[in-house]
């Protein structure tokens, strides 16, 4: 073994038990406390000790993808579940048998112990657990991306079809108080002037002098009622391009910078850096065939689909989290449009018709019954005088 020690800490419930259920679990380092890993999932309707048992296996799997060497601790508030894991009581329901074996399966014997917490210190599991709960409740499919533990690559999650409300129009009824996204293109970069690839996995460039003055002047615009509410939260892509613009937002709104790799932008592979006329004349086939067909990556990238996916999951969790609230989420241009075409229930190729400026704004509504509006798209009067023209 490596030495490495771990802790897993999880939870899962229903509500009505059984009912619509959920799981969510974490895995940190047990040295520095640093959050390695996040698993949440909306398992429809079980029992809370399924749930629970859920939570435990996502978390072990998890640990399992960072080091399947370690030592790991699991800490949960399920006595229950920590009795039976650590071999004092017996596994008598029939429905919690095999999800025990799974669990035990996980690590070879002997690298795993089980301690119990109250449910006051278990609570960021616990808060993804009621996450999940929310999102089991409304019908709507969530579940954090993964790695497959058969194959040891990323899973591919099912095609899930969209909670649909049917045809509405917008305003004219009363479904419930909307979720307001407010979508930053973070602000302007040296690739921006460029128009080159900036994905995922390239340079990861901050923001240019003109770009830090976009995002100042985004939280200015935000913060003197831009939107009908306050925001209540500021999420963000880890890159720091949209740190940089998230923390100016979020400064002006005296609010904290949630990161989320879901929103993250796409990775462009071998494209990375790299203008379209350079990639045209290297890839002239694989550019066109990832223009037409959005389940077609870049050599060594992230297609479309997939992107499209991460996102919804994103989207999803924000509508669990924040129900009639509303959040700005900064981010870039791929994971915007995604966004939009969700909102427009358009088609992959919406992506690449969306104009979205540096420091634009982008204002999104969901309804409670599957119903969306986009209320605003590429919104610059905030940026008079220092956006730059003709960026897309």
């Keep these: 073994m490596t030495g490495r020690r771990l802790v897993v800490e999880a939870d899962g419930g229903s509500r009505g038990n059984p009912g619509p259920a959920g799981y969510g679990a974490l895995v940190k380092d047990a040295v520095t406390g640093e959050l390695l890993a996040e698993r949440a999932e909306a398992i429809g309707r079980e029992t809370n000790n399924v749930a629970e048992y859920r939570g435990l296996i996502a978390g072990l799997e998890a640990a399992r993808e960072i080091d399947p060497e370690a030592r790991v601790e699991v800490r949960m508030d399920s006595k229950l579940v920590v009795e039976q894991m650590s071999g004092r009581w017996k596994v008598k329901h029939p429905s919690m048998q095999p999800l025990a074996l799974r669990a035990r399966a996980v690590f070879p014997p002997g690298q795993v112990s089980f301690s119990w ?56 009824d009363d479904p419930g108080a909307p979720t307001t996204t407010v979508l930053v293109r973070h602000g302007e970069t040296a690739h921006t002037v460029a128009k080159v690839f900036c994905g995922r996995d390239g340079l990861d460039p901050g923001l240019t002098e003109r770009g830090r003055a976009q995002a100042a002047a985004v939280g200015r615009a935000l913060a003197a009622g831009f939107t009908d509410d306050a925001p209540v939260a500021v999420v963000c892509s880890p890159l720091r391009r949209a740190r940089e613009t998230a923390d100016e937002v979020a400064a002006a709104l005296g609010l904290e910078v949630r990161v989320d790799d879901a929103f993250v932008e796409a990775s462009f592979g071998q494209w990375d850096g790299l203008g379209f006329a350079a990639v045209r004349e290297r890839w002239p086939a694989e550019l066109q ?77 969901w309804w409670p019954d599957g119903g969306s509006s986009v209320r605003a798209l590429n919104a610059t009067t905030h940026l008079a005088g220092i956006a730059a023209p003709d960026f897309v």
């Design 289 to 365: 065939a990832w223009l037409d067909d959005s389940a077609v990556a870049p050599p060594g990238g992230e297609s479309l689909d997939q992107v499209h996916r991460r996102v919804r999951l994103g989207r999803d969790k924000l509508l669990a989290r924040y129900p009639g609230r509303t959040v700005v989420v900064v981010s870039h241009v791929t994971p915007i449009g995604q966004l939009t075409r969700l909102a427009l229930d358009a088609p992959p190729a919406t992506v690449y018709r969306v104009e979205l400026s540096p420091g634009s704004l982008h204002v999104l509504r």
């Design 117 to 172: 917490i109250p449910r006051e210190i278990n609570k960021h599991a616990d808060r993804l657990a009621n996450e999940a709960m929310d999102a089991a409740a409304r019908g709507t499919t969530w579940v954090a991306p993964g790695l497959s533990p058969e194959r040891g690559e990323p899973a591919q999650p099912e095609p899930v079809q969209e909670p649909r409300a049917g045809s509405r129009l917008v305003g004219w």
